[in-house]
Structure formats: structure tokens, C-alpha cells
């Protein structure tokens, strides 16, 4: 499954392969410009769950409790 989603990374341009002839087999990775500016993009997500994430959890909380009142009435 890794090497299907790096293969289609590679495809989608967001990524580069190269592989070295040696035994045993070594491919290094690297992120393209178009791969670095997704990986940036995913930085604001990364920072707006870090900073959401205590009330994202109280949310699920309250969620199940209401869930739970309900399934026993």
C-alpha cells in the first residue's frame, strides 16, 4: 500500500524517485516544489488541530453523553 501511494505521489508530481544500482536495492525520496507547498498547506491544518483539539474532544464528549441519553430512553 505504501509504494501504490508514493507511486501516485510520484505521478501527481508531488514527489521524485531516484533509484541507485546497488545490492541491496536504495531509492531516496524528494518532496517537489508543488510537494512543498502541499506540505504547507497541511501546516495551517496541522496548527489549527493542535490549537482545537481540547475542544474538539469536550464536542465528542458531549456528543456521546447526548447519544448515550438517548439509546436508553
Known sequence: MLTKTVRQMEA???VTRK?????PPHVDYARTP???GLG??????????????AKVEAARKVFSKKRQVK???
Open 12 to 14: 501527481d508530481g508531488l
Open 34 to 36: 508543488l510537494g512543498r
Open 19 to 23: 533509484v541507485h544500482p546497488v545490492i
Open 40 to 53: 504547507e498547506a497541511f501546516c495551517g491544518v496541522w496548527k489549527w488541530a493542535e490549537k482545537n483539539h
Open 71 to 73: 439509546e436508553r430512553a
